[in-house]
């Protein structure tokens, strides 16, 4: 999984990396302690400064030294540095939410223009969970203002939410931001709460000599 996760962030982002098994503990060994999954900016700094820069570097240091320095990690450690990960990669996981959002050129003060571009990112939205089969009960409208600090404005209902809802729901959600007021750079919209699809099986019908329900 150490080396999926490393190769999916290779030639982003509509290039293909390929790592074979056997090229693993080589690529590691080559590969700055800071491009490893799991070792972030201070984990990376306190590897520096103990002469780690490498995964070649980090493959020198025993289990014992490794747990001492970082406790339960070392045992992590230790082993993406031999390319050994055994956890399983898993190509399919639940979507919690789906969503869309803008950069624009130039700030936007005026409301109603905002509320036509979060609209249209709605339609975007909508499309994309119809296509996927989702239905929706909560929408998270985001605003990041000219000086890049972002607000979130979330509304959730009992009933599934309709495209036609939005119209209503999503001027509500920006007065409760400074939008209007403030200069905005940045406009998000997302849906979740998501219902999940429920897949209708055919059950065999069994011989009615041993069973007479159906």
Excluded at 102 to 130: G, M, N, Q, W, Y
Excluded at 158 to 177: C, G, R, S
Excluded at 178 to 204: C, W
Aim: neutral net charge.
């Amino acid at each position: 999984k150490f080396l999926a996760k490393i190769a999916s962030d290779m030639d982003k982002p509509n290039g293909l990396y390929v790592i074979r098994p056997e090229q693993g503990e080589a690529f590691v060994a080559d590969l700055p302690v800071g491009k490893f999954h799991g070792i972030g900016p201070a984990t990376e700094t306190k590897m520096h400064n103990l002469g780690i820069h490498t995964g070649k570097d980090l493959r020198e240091k025993s289990l014992i030294e490794l747990t001492e320095r970082f406790g339960k990690a070392g045992q992590y450690y230790y082993n993406i540095a031999r390319a050994i990960d055994e956890r399983p990669v898993r190509s399919q996981r639940i979507r919690k939410s789906l969503g869309k959002e803008t950069t624009f050129a130039e700030d936007i003060h005026s409301i109603p223009e905002l509320t036509a571009k979060l609209l249209d990112l709605a339609e975007r939205v909508f499309e994309s969970l119809s296509k996927q089969n989702l239905k929706a009960r909560t929408i998270t409208v985001k605003v990041k203002y000219a000086d890049f600090q972002q607000v979130t404005r979330a509304h959730s209902t009992e009933h599934i939410i309709q495209l036609t809802d939005l119209k209503q729901i999503i001027p509500l959600l920006l007065e409760k931001t400074e939008a209007g007021i403030k200069p905005v750079r940045l406009v998000g919209l997302s849906m979740s709460g998501f219902d999940v699809p429920v897949v209708q099986t055919h059950q065999p019908q069994l011989d009615l000599a041993l069973n007479d329900e159906f």
